[in-house]
Nanobody, 118 residues
Framework: VQLQASGGGLVQTGGSLRLSCVVSGSIFADSGMAWYRQAPGKERSLVADITRDGRTNYVDPVKGRFTISRDNARNTVYLQMNSLKPEDTAVYYC?????????????WGQGTQVTVSS
């Protein structure tokens, strides 16, 4: 399983970006997907996740601004980020979580840099 994230870049405060993460392999539709981010000097933390049946969850700082979605036909998860703030600056990672029996498997993309200028 490989995850390829893209879509990051430099944007001004208030701007928008859409991140994409394409997953190789056949387990995408059966997997939960998530976006995490890691700012300089901080630990990686959850931004949003989406279950295999489309239920979503967001951390408070991004609620109302970010939208996670998935396209199972394209093996792709998206993160639409609107009203960006400087504190959203981080490397964003996509994550795939898959369960086989009772064992959990986690796979990560390579990260894409998002920089929001003030």
């Amino acid at each position: 399983v490989q995850l390829q994230a893209s879509g990051g870049g430099l944007v001004q405060t208030g701007g928008s970006l859409r991140l994409s993460c394409v997953v190789s392999g056949s387990i995408f539709a059966d997997s939960g997907m998530a976006w995490y981010r890691q700012a300089p000097g901080k630990e990686r933390s959850l931004v949003a996740d989406i279950t295999r049946d489309g239920r979503t969850n967001y951390v408070d700082p991004v609620k109302g601004r970010f939208t996670i979605s998935r396209d199972n036909a394209r093996n792709t998860v998206y993160l639409q980020m609107n009203s960006l703030k400087p504190e959203d600056t981080a490397v964003y990672y996509c994550n795939l979580r898959f369960y086989l029996a009772i064992k959990e498997y986690n796979y990560w993309g390579q990260g894409t840099q998002v920089t929001v200028s003030s």
